[in-house]
């Protein structure tokens, strides 16, 4: 099993950033690809951002296209999202996920292998 620890949450002013980070242990050897999802109170949980392992393949969801960034450390096994220009919309549990396959982060039917436990991100207006 993988296990996914995410850490980086906080309150944040409107127009700020913050970095989330992802450490994977455990059998990482069958991820594939990591990412990013988040859910705000009310709402379903929505897909960000997907980075794979091998290579430099990213995926990012419209919401946060141009105001985010998704990048790796393959020797630590961490994935980063660096989220610029934040808005109070922006409010949510944000949960990091790995997968052996990278498509799956864009298919909002499939289960993914691991999740972290969430980090709350807070944007005050």
């Known amino acids: 099993q993988v296990q996914l620890i995410e850490s980086g949450g906080g309150l944040v002013q409107a127009g700020g950033s913050l970095r989330l980070s992802c450490a994977a242990s455990g059998r990482t050897f069958s991820t594939g690809a990591m990412g990013w999802f988040r859910q705000a109170p009310g709402k379903e949980r929505e897909v960000l951002a997907a980075?794979?392992?091998?290579?430099?393949?990213?995926y990012y969801a419209d919401c946060v296209k141009g105001r985010s960034s998704i990048s790796k450390d393959n020797a630590k096994r961490t994935v980063y999202l660096q989220m610029n220009d934040l808005k109070p919309e922006d409010t949510a549990v944000y949960y990091c996920a790995a997968e052996r396959s990278y498509n799956n982060f864009q298919n909002p039917s499939a289960a993914l292998d691991a999740w972290g436990q969430g980090t709350l991100v807070t944007v005050s207006s």
């Open positions: 980075i794979k392992w091998i290579g430099f393949s990213t």
